[in-house]
């Protein structure tokens, strides 16, 4: 007998695992109507219990089922209602990072009622950065409070706000005479106002240059292989934009070996496609010099004509081997997401890690060009190939190593660009204008003159697409750049010295 | 006189020849019914067409296993116009007088379908095209199996303002720069002009094909959602800078709870290959999505999926069926009807037959091809993404809606006929 009712207790303890719960509620949870689920969440939450707490979380993942064993769906609306359920619970978590996910939240959604648990979690918390943010919660939530000195504080509070929607909410509060009667808190909104504005328009100012140095970069990597192959060597290189699809197919084939072979490792598939896309790139670059380019230089029209049959060539080769649907390279779990600098402003990481990509492809672009014998003769042979042959510089070898390292560099573009962009046979066309661009606006035959170029470009596109938008930037770029070229004709920064062929 | 002997036997031996290569030629024409597929499988529309191609074949294999049409089988000619517009045209052309189509299956973009109009109008062919569109046309030689505006664009933009879609008062209007998004948010500017939204809380902005740098777009929403108000973006993105687009999205941290994106041209199909669980909540109206549960859906995806197998597709174990492909799906076996009952492939006969066919679609209904206007009468669903890359239906419509191709929000439209002109 006794057994028999330790069993029970024992198949209720696990069975009824929400019967803690009221029954009632959680079937309201599966109700068609979005109103009677909210109401539902909203009891539960207010319960504070850890069962309810599980209960929503599974709600919130999809995985929660109702009684015919269909899964329940949710939308926005109660998704929303869930985070700030479960935020106002989290707000005394013992973890820092949940604390701040759930003030986050709230933040967006502040009413009165919630002052004095605000009031309460601010005055518990210990880490700055979460305490400064509920102290914004809390003037929010008082912002309406009937005492002046309250309302005072709050106004007052908020000018240390970073968020777009107090900066509204301010200038309202300023304008509203009928809500605010007292000028003195008025007029405190409004330096309140223009204090959160300018901290608003900086941010914005970095956003901006932020994306302008990030489209500048991969401007920079497309166009830096082209910068030597074109620019030192002077071969019109119309099969660049596929050296870059080479480094991008090589990431993408790297990402599937990796994903069947090291699974435990696929985090870190870029890191290994860097040095496998140089050389697959550099490969191709020197097969292509050996046999056709380097019959034809100081021939440029038919350089131009042969190098553009060859991105056609390479173009079909990579539909045949890979298909002509672009393939899915995907972001590892350290490249995705984004550094928070403000509520307005989130730095993505790809962006981030291609940027400092990009510094490094450059700096040991500049070391080989200055700092070894092959940069030395190839710097030689640019300024003058007779006289570099002359003195003993074997200058074909020469040519072929400088077109093998600008090929090479062009396939680690192409490993970047496969963080960001499609991969696709025809990826690369849309680059070759772009990186010639580039190369022209620096001036042929610098590398200093393709990093202010790709820049600077970068930039100025990024600014005139937050003003004129997306399209009309594209084309008010290339009037400018043919502008420049006119008053221009060398570039940025022009080659001093003496010259064989000018 | 030997050589002219010699010549006059050449000459008959070839005629007698050419007589019989005509002969054996049209024998076997007779054999089989030819039709065209007219997809782009390279370039940006590559990502959206491929799929369609693959569902046509799939469909005309169906049919003809099952002993094709009027007794004889199916045959497809497939082209690639490689997302290239007068290109479209070249291969309509083609398939029509050259490969003797009866009917030709294809189209995505609306720029694509505005530049093979003409040519099937000159030549009378027959299109049937399988993706939402902007409306504003009606023409006699085409079936217009995707949504129209009033099937999708419209209650879509109904959902955001209701209390459950979150009640949205700003309008963000995104798109790439052509005529169908453009079309389209001249309607839904006007449509929310009408329900009281000023100019000022609706921002428009486009991009070229192919673009793939959101980080502007993004802070430019980011700052727009700002300034109070709840905010919505209407993303008519095409093709694959949908990718960069969301990938941004998920980047930038804007959740779907904040400021919702729906999206008229991202199924399921465009989701393969982005990281969904960041995106979760953000929004797509179509008529029908994979997650639709019905004795006709799964047969749908069932077959679809043992085919893709079959064709050793790449990711064959991955494959998604959705909105396009069902109206493509719907288009075969609805033609193939039509062809029954006319007894003939003949243009004229086919489109006087297809009015008023049935069809029991993988959206659960029985859909109707409106007797006049060449739209399909559709249901209409929006959904939520899931993390898995599915959709969550979240609203739909009782049953079928009949579209209106001229929509009533652009001034003028009252006047025009519910029917294309016979001439």
Known sequence: MKRVLVALILACLTLCASAALDPLLVRQLAAEDSDEKIAAIEALAKSGDPEAVALLKRLDEGTLKDEQGEDITINNRVRGKIAEAMAALRLFDREPKARLIAVKELLGNIDPGMATMLAKARDHESEPRIKALLEEAYALATIRAADPAVRLAAVKALATSGDANVRTLLLDYYWNKAAEPDLAIRRVAFASYLEVMQRIEIADLVGKVFSGLSLGSILLLAALGLAITYGVMGVINMAHGELLMIGAYTTYAMQGLFRAHLPGFVDWYVLAAVPLAFFAAAAVGILLERTVIRRLYGRPLETLLATWGLSLILIQAARVFFGAQNVEVANPAWMSGGIEVLPSIVLPLNRIVIIGFSLFVLSLVWVLMNKTRLGMFVRAVTQNRPMAGCVGVPTSRVDTLAFGLGAGIAGLGGVALSQIANVGPDMGQGYIVDSFLVVVVGGVGQLAGAVWAALGLGVIAKFLEGWTGAVIAKIAVLVFVIIFIQKRPQGLFALKGRFVES | ?423
């Not at chain 2, 959705?322 to 799906?329: G, K, L, Q, V």
């Open chain 2, 1 to 423: 006189m030997q050589n002219r002997r010699n010549f006059l036997k050449v000459t008959a031996i070839t005629a007698a020849l050419a007589a019989a290569g005509l002969t054996s030629f049209s024998a076997l024409a007779a054999d089989t019914i030819k039709v065209g597929i007219l997809h782009s499988l390279s370039g940006t529309m590559a990502i959206s067409e491929t799929a369609l191609k693959e569902t046509a074949l799939m469909t005309i294999d169906e049919i003809n296993a099952k002993g094709g049409v009027m007794g004889k089988k199916l045959e497809a000619v497939v082209v690639d116009p490689a997302s290239n517009w007068p290109l479209f045209a070249e291969k309509a052309r083609q398939l029509i007088s050259q490969d003797k189509v009866a009917v030709v299956f294809g189209c995505w973009t609306s720029v694509s379908r505005k530049s093979v109009n003409p040519v099937f109008k000159e030549l009378n062919g027959l299109l049937f095209y399988p993706v939402q569109y902007e409306g504003e046309e009606l023409e006699k030689n085409v079936f217009y199996t995707g949504a129209a505006p009033n099937q999708q664009a419209i209650p879509a933009v109904e959902y955001l303002m209701s209390k459950d879609g979150g009640a949205a008062k700003r309008w963000v209007l995104l798109g790439t720069d052509y005529v169908y998004p453009r079309t389209t948010n001249k309607i839904l500017r006007a449509f929310l002009k009408a329900k009281g939204v000023a100019d000022a809380d609706i921002m428009e902005e486009y991009t070229p094909f192919g673009h793939s740098d959101y980080q502007t777009i993004i802070a430019k929403i980011k700052k727009f959602a700002g300034e109070g108000k709840k905010t919505a973006v209407v993303s008519t993105i095409n093709g694959d800078s949908n990718v960069p687009f969301y990938k941004e999205l998920g980047n930038a941290g804007l959740k779907a709870t904040d400021v919702p994106v729906v999206a008229f041209s991202v199924g399921e199909e465009e989701l393969r290959g982005v990281d969904t669980k960041p995106l979760v909540g953000h929004l797509a109206a179509w008529n029908y999505f994979e997650s639709i549960k019905n004795p006709e859906n799964t047969a749908f995806i069932k077959l679809y999926k043992d085919w893709a197998v079959k064709q050793k597709l790449p990711n064959a174990s991955t494959v998604v069926t959705n909105d396009p492909m069902e109206a493509t799906y719907i288009g075969i076996h609805m033609w193939a009807q039509a062809v029954e009952k006319a007894k003939s492939t003949d243009t004229d006969k086919v489109i006087a037959a297809m009015a008023g066919q049935k069809f029991k679609a993988p959206d659960g209904f029985d859909i109707e091809m409106d007797p006049k206007n060449h739209h399909l009468h559709k249901p209409v669903f929006i959904g939520e993404v899931k993390a898995d890359g599915q959709f969550n239906v979240v609203w739909k419509t009782k049953g079928p809606i009949k579209a209106q191709p001229w929509s009533p929000y652009i001034a003028g439209n009252d006047k025009k006929k519910d029917e294309p002109d016979t001439k």
